[in-house]
């Protein structure tokens, strides 16, 4: 039997507003994920630096501020500037304009508001394995 997926999930910039992600933590762990939640007011330096102490498989990351794009950008800068290849998905409250930018930006999914349980894990199911297909 293989070890259960690692994700980290993580609110960045200054977005306090975590009920979803909270959610979203518990739909993952009860579908057999293991959850690291890194919490509130990151910024991309700590998501990564976290994200290598515990040797993940994607990373999560909720926004609700309208930050996505900017945050985002950093985060996948910094990931590509490391020469890391960590599937990175995202959700919250994101424009349906915004979804296709933050893909070619590089975001493996984008989660969209009001995505029901079983569409969340087909979406994370991809970016997790967004490497090996």
Do not use: W
């Not at 994920?33 to 919490?39: F, K, N, S």
């Not at 985060?75 to 979804?99: M, N």
């Not at 894990?121 to 970016?127: E, I, P």
């Amino acid at each position: 039997m293989s070890a259960p997926k690692r994700i980290l999930l993580a609110k960045m910039g200054f977005d306090s507003h975590d009920t979803g992600i909270i959610t979203v933590a518990s739909v993952l762990r009860d579908a057999g994920y293991e959850v690291i939640y890194l919490g509130l007011h990151n910024q991309a330096e700590q998501v990564i630096r976290v994200a290598l102490e515990e040797d993940v498989d994607a990373i999560g990351i909720s926004f609700l501020s309208g930050q996505h794009m900017t945050q985002m950008r950093r985060l996948l800068e910094r990931l590509r500037e490391q020469g890391l290849s960590i599937p990175v998905f995202c959700g919250g409250v994101i424009p349906a304009d915004d979804a296709d930018a933050l893909k070619q930006m590089g975001a493996a999914e984008v989660v969209m508001p009001g995505t029901l349980s079983p569409d969340l894990l087909r979406l994370v199911d991809g970016a997790v394995n967004h490497l090996h297909s």
